[in-house]
């Protein structure tokens, strides 16, 4: 069976390049570009940038979701967390945490003067488990309070509403939401906002989780779209990686992670 390691080296080897780097910076500051788009910013032949966009999908650095007659490629954060979990975590956390603080008000100072479009989130990653498994996983209430730290409450029907409670008791709910498409146990697709009022103002954005089984293992594609502004983004961005991770460690080890103070707001 493949070590952690092994299982990273693609990763490296595609990161080693400095015109896959220049794909992902370029994909950082504008996610879901198509491939005309990736290589007019480049000035690259499509043969090459195509080359090199395979080997980050096959790295799954990259992600490529298909809208209509296009391919949308979004950076996917997942194999750069698992470094960051392995290589950075365990070392200097609160110094590297509060550099990074800054320069992410900066960007997101920047980035806000610049950028027009709603922006989507994709993130994802292999599991040892089932589709059965993930689905009742991202389902079941107990299982949500196990590695969430909030309890998914719905009948799972298209058209039913579903809520995201706090498990300390006081009946807190911190996501509102509809069901959109149920398809057990390969896809789940919900609206997810703070409060049925924000739904309805603003339109609601939508979280699409696609489960895959892929042998004895399952691809789970996390996908939220339609979000308001960078701030949620950001959000996002700290919150997915922090739940799927758990969710991972839950369905692989039958334990979630011994402490996840970081899940609590997610």
Request: proline share 6%; glycine share 6%; charged share 20%.
């Amino acid at each position: 069976m493949p070590t952690q390691q092994d299982a990273l080296d693609p990763v490296f080897k595609a990161l080693a390049d400095p015109t896959r780097r220049l794909l992902l910076d370029r994909l950082r500051g504008q996610n879901g570009q198509t491939l005309t788009e990736l290589c007019g910013s480049l000035e690259m032949a499509r043969q090459s940038a195509t080359q090199h966009l395979d080997l980050l999908a096959q790295a799954n650095l990259v992600v490529v979701v298909r809208r209509g007659r296009e391919r949308l490629h979004y950076l996917n954060p997942a194999p750069i967390h698992e470094i960051g979990e392995r290589w950075i975590a365990a070392y200097d956390v609160p110094r590297l945490a509060a550099l990074s603080t800054i320069r992410d008000r900066a960007e997101e100072h920047a980035m806000t003067e610049t950028t027009t479009s709603i922006p989507t989130y994709v993130y994802v990653t292999y599991m040892q488990a089932t589709a059965e498994q993930v689905w009742k996983a991202l389902t079941d209430a107990d299982l949500t309070a196990q590695y969430w730290h909030h309890i998914n409450v719905s009948d799972w029907q298209v058209g039913s509403p579903w809520e995201h409670r706090r498990v300390d008791g006081s009946g807190t709910v911190d996501v509102v939401g509809t069901v959109l498409e149920a398809e057990e146990p390969t896809r789940l697709v919900l609206t997810f906002e703070d409060s049925p009022e924000e739904e309805r103002a603003n339109g609601a954005s939508v979280v699409t989780f696609a489960i895959e089984p892929q042998g004895d293992v399952v691809r789970l594609t996390v996908t939220h779209e339609n979000l308001p502004n960078l701030e949620m983004l950001n959000g996002i961005s700290n919150g997915w990686p922090a739940v799927l991770a758990n969710l991972k460690t839950l369905l692989e080890t039958g334990a979630a992670l011994p402490t996840a103070p970081w899940l609590k707001d997610s």
